[in-house]
């Protein structure tokens, strides 16, 4: 077990190998064998699963960052509206939530989502927009 795995790790891997190369030179096709399939195919394998694990991990709290993200702006729609069986609010509405025209100006996004809702969505703004420029 201690020789497979030191050629497993590939350290000191000519030590390990030369006394059974002296002895017989046909051992050399164990060693060969060993190190295409050992090494290079279930290393790589090992790797792959690793690797497959922790995208699934990282994909699950991606996941639930942007779950959490689209209730907290959910909320933040829903304490805006006056009347809560609409699903827009207006731009006076969220102009006057957010301090006023000057601080509206401050902002490009802001100034473009509110030139945008008056011009083509009849001054309305629907959750998706809302939480797209905040």
Not at 23 to 47: A, E, H
Not at 70 to 80: G, P, S, V
Not at 81 to 96: A, G, H, R, Y
Request: aromatic content about 16%; overall charge negative.
């Amino acid at each position: 077990m201690y020789t497979v795995f030191i050629l497993f790790t590939v350290s000191n891997y000519p030590d390990v190998q030369t006394p059974y190369f002296e002895n017989s030179r046909l051992s050399m096709l164990y060693f060969w064998t060993f190190l295409l399939i050992g090494i290079f195919l279930l290393s790589n394998l090992l790797l792959a699963q690793v690797f497959m694990n922790y995208k699934k991990l990282v994909d699950e709290q991606l996941k639930r960052f942007e779950k959490d993200v689209n209730a907290y702006f959910l909320k933040l729609f829903n304490d805006i509206k006056p009347e809560k069986n609409v699903d827009f609010i207006t731009c006076e509405q969220l102009t006057e939530v957010l301090g006023g025209e000057e601080a509206v100006q401050d902002d490009k996004r802001l100034e473009d989502l509110l030139w945008q809702s008056r011009l083509i969505l009849d001054n309305k703004i629907k959750i998706k927009d809302f939480s797209y420029v905040l």
